[in-house]
Structure formats: structure tokens, C-alpha cells
Nanobody, 118 residues
Framework: QVQLVESGGGLVQPGGSLRLSCAAS??????????MGWYRQAPGKQRELVAT???????NYANAVKDRFTISRDYAKKSVALQMNSLKLEDTAVYYC??????????WGQGTQVTVSS
């Protein structure tokens, strides 16, 4: 009943920037959003938190991306974006959009590939 679609991934050189976007399509009667965010999974690694933003505009960033990435939201449009600057090789991963409802339900996008390479 909730589908998340990510866009904006691609190939970028070290030091470059990308902006990821995610929009939710909701077909249920009501959905009260607790938070939206981004997670990533690098080759050979477990999926990890990148950044989240709550309905109260509280943000949480992984230490590895603080001061480089910025998360923003538009809950009226049920969307979230991630501005990624100063990209590093270790940022290479599949990035997944996540939505949490106030009832603790979770929804995931299919992921978008970000490759940082020279």
C-alpha cells in the first residue's frame, strides 16, 4: 500500500556531489509519518543508517557522513532528499529510502546505486 521510489543515483568522481530523492505513493486511508530517511549497503557490508529526519524536524546522521550530507523533507508530498557533497570512495553503496509510520510500520524503496570512482 506504500511504494517508495528513489532517484538521483549514478557515477560520480571523488569530491563530487549527488542529490538523491525519494517519493512515496500511498494508497491506504491514512499514514502518519514518524520519520523518513536513507540507509545504504556497501559491497560486503550490512545495511547501515545514513540519515533520518522526523516529523518534528529532528535529524540524525551517521558519523561517516556528518558535515558532508544533508537530509531534507517535504511530508506534504511524502518525499525526502539527500544532498551528498564531498563524496568519497567509501560512500559507494546502494542507497535505500525508508519511511517509518507512527505505529512503527516500515517501508523500503528498491534502492539506487551510488558509485564514487575516479
Amino acid at each position: 500500500q506504500v511504494q517508495l521510489v528513489e532517484s538521483g543515483g549514478g557515477l560520480v568522481q571523488p569530491g563530487g556531489s549527488l542529490r538523491l530523492s525519494c517519493a512515496a505513493s500511498v494508497s491506504i486511508f491514512s499514514l502518519n509519518i514518524y520519520a523518513m530517511g536513507w540507509y545504504r549497503q556497501a559491497p560486503g557490508k550490512q545495511r547501515e543508517l545514513v540519515a533520518t529526519i522526523s516529523s518534528g524536524n529532528m535529524t540524525n546522521y551517521a558519523n561517516a557522513v556528518k558535515d558532508r550530507f544533508t537530509i531534507s523533507r517535504d511530508y506534504a508530498k511524502k518525499s525526502v532528499a539527500l544532498q551528498m557533497n564531498s563524496l568519497k570512495l567509501e560512500d559507494t553503496a546502494v542507497y535505500y529510502c525508508n519511511l517509518r509510520g507512527i505505529g512503527a510500520e516500515e517501508y523500503w524503496g528498491q534502492g539506487t546505486q551510488v558509485t564514487v570512482s575516479s
